[in-house]
C-alpha cells in the first residue's frame, strides 16, 4: 500500500484490491464512529430542514461540497421542498 500512497506505479491488481478494502474499511469505521454521536440535534436539524417553507440552499468546496450535492439529491425529493446545490 505504500507504494499507492507515493503514488509509485505500475501498481500490481492485487495491490488495487487490497488499496480498496483498506479505503473501504477506514470508511466504514468513520461511518460507525458517527452512530455514538447522534442525539437530539440531528432530530431538530432534519425537522428544520422538513419545516422550511422556503429554499434550502447547500453549499461547500471539495470533499464538503461532495457532501452538499448529496444532501441536496437527499432533500430534493421532498415536496413542495426547492433546495439548490452551490
Do not use: N, W
Request: proline fraction near 3%; glycine fraction near 6%; hydrophobic fraction near 45%.
Amino acid at each position: 500500500m505504500a507504494r499507492i500512497a507515493t503514488g509509485q506505479l505500475p501498481i500490481t491488481r492485487q495491490e488495487q484490491i487490497d488499496f480498496a478494502v483498506h479505503v473501504l474499511q477506514r470508511e466504514a469505521e468513520a461511518i460507525a464512529s458517527l452512530v455514538h454521536s447522534l442525539d437530539e440535534s440531528f432530530l431538530e436539524a432534519a425537522e428544520q430542514i422538513y419545516k422550511c417553507t422556503g429554499a434550502v440552499i447547500v453549499s461547500g468546496i471539495g470533499k464538503a461540497g461532495l457532501v452538499g450535492r448529496k444532501v441536496h439529491r437527499a432533500i430534493s425529493f421532498i415536496p413542495p421542498k426547492r433546495s439548490m446545490a452551490i
